[in-house]
């Protein structure tokens, strides 16, 4: 597929916004492994090849490993995910998928017995950014299988 606009070029202000809570985000106490299973999580659901293929080589760059990779889809009958990141996982379904269930008071609670309040909103931060990057990576077709993680991060 052709790349439909260079998005990053044509509003460097508005992504340097994006860019701005991605900083956040890295720097906001969250664990790197947690940030990328929920990055690769949204990116699953919102079938964003662009950002799977950018999450899943930061992953490996970080240490995962690639059977928490594969698995990441069936994450609920794999024992190798812990609590903390099966609540992740759960808020990350949730919110990507916000119009079809809400956000129920039950799953709040889960969720609230693993993440203090600033985890909890710094956690959502991140899931609704990776939300708008998959949004954008799709709707102007960024390239899949272009990007490489930095060195030494």
């Known amino acids: 597929m052709q790349v439909r606009i260079a998005f990053g070029k044509v509003s460097s ?3 340097a ?4 809570v ?3 985000v890295r720097r ?4 790197r492994s947690l940030l990328e299973l929920v990055r ?3 990116s699953q659901i919102n079938r964003c090849g662009y950002c799977l293929d950018m999450h899943s080589k930061d992953a490996r760059v970080a240490g995962e490993s690639e059977q928490r990779l594969y698995v990441l889809p069936a994450w609920r009958e794999a024992p190798f995910y812990t609590e903390r990141e ?3 996982l759960e808020w990350t379904e949730a919110l990507t998928l916000v119009s079809q269930e809400g956000v129920s008071d039950e799953l709040y ?3 609230r017995q693993h993440f203090s309040e600033k985890e909890l909103v710094d956690l959502t931060l991140a899931i609704t950014t990776i939300n708008t990057w998959n949004r954008l990576a799709i709707a102007f077709r960024s390239e899949v299988g272009s990007y490489q993680p930095a060195v030494g991060d």
């Open 40 to 42: 690769m999580r949204a």
């Open 109 to 111: 609670e889960r969720v």
């Open 17 to 20: 916004a994006l860019r701005g």
């Open 22 to 24: 991605e900083a956040y």
């Open 13 to 15: 202000e508005g992504v």
């Open 28 to 31: 906001c106490g969250l664990e």
């Open 86 to 88: 099966r609540a992740a």
